[in-house]
């Protein structure tokens, strides 16, 4: 069998949880995601994200950033599961770091990352081996993905809906993904690389509904995700990733 370059850049290791190893890093190796940007008030992301976190979230243009992000993974090194993701765009608080380099290279800044507010997930293994060692804020429910040529959809058990139709607008290499999260009350950076491309656009017609309780609705109607503007959505149908330890930030 062929060696994928992608994948053989870092030789996995197997790290400890609760449940026995996981070999790091994390291979995603197909998948399919998409995910809506929305523009909230700063005020209600700072009350999210909270003060102990080390983080801010960036204003950009007098606002913050939140996004809800969905993943059909089909065939990984840790099984396949479907997960949602809620965070909020962040910077390291005393730091200043540039918008133009964001949008050129997401991965190239240490004092940028996303504040991880929620990631459920829809299997066992996949919810321990991301509280273990990311601290991740997973927890395991039902997740529903539907992926059409011209739309795409996710509902998390009884708690929102998130759609879109069709993306009209660039179709560009996917950016590294950095990821903030606290375990052992120090901060954590990660660093995910992607080999994929994504598809973007105004996502205009995107439609949030937040219809019962549970973490992931009770931030979104902190953030007032159901009445905050669209900054942007994309999708990636053929999502591969790598997803390895996190590093420490003093």
Not at 174 to 194: A, F, N
Not at 216 to 245: E, I, Y
């Amino acid at each position: 069998m062929a060696v994928d370059p992608f994948f053989a850049r870092a030789a996995q290791s197997p790290r400890s949880t609760r449940s026995g190893a996981c070999d790091l890093p994390i291979h995603y190796r197909d998948a399919s995601q998409f995910g809506v940007l929305f523009r909230v008030d700063l005020d209600r992301a700072r009350e999210v994200v909270g003060d102990g976190a080390g983080v801010e979230p960036w204003p950009i243009f007098g606002k913050a950033i939140a996004a809800i992000y969905a993943w059909d993974y089909r065939d990984t090194s840790v099984g396949s599961y479907a997960e949602l993701g809620l965070g909020v765009q962040c910077r390291r608080k005393g730091t200043s770091p540039s918008l133009v380099r964001l949008a050129t290279d997401m991965g190239a800044q240490d004092d940028q990352g996303i504040w991880v507010v929620t990631l459920p997930v829809t299997t066992q293994s996949a919810f321990e081996a991301g509280v273990d060692l990311w601290n991740y804020p997973k927890y395991v429910t039902p997740i529903t993905t539907r992926f059409e040529r011209d739309s795409a959809s996710v509902t998390l058990a009884n708690e929102l809906e998130l759609s879109v139709g069709a993306l009209g607008g660039p179709r560009l290499a996917g950016q590294p993904v950095v990821t903030y999260t606290r375990k052992d009350g120090v901060l954590l950076r990660t660093r995910i690389d992607v080999d994929h491309r994504v598809r973007w656009g105004r996502g205009a017609d995107a439609k949030l509904e937040i219809k019962g309780d549970g973490a992931t609705a009770r931030a979104a109607r902190a953030l007032g995700l159901d009445r905050a503007s669209v900054a942007a959505a994309f999708r990636a149908d053929a999502f591969r990733a790598v997803l390895p330890a996190g590093i420490a930030i003093r």
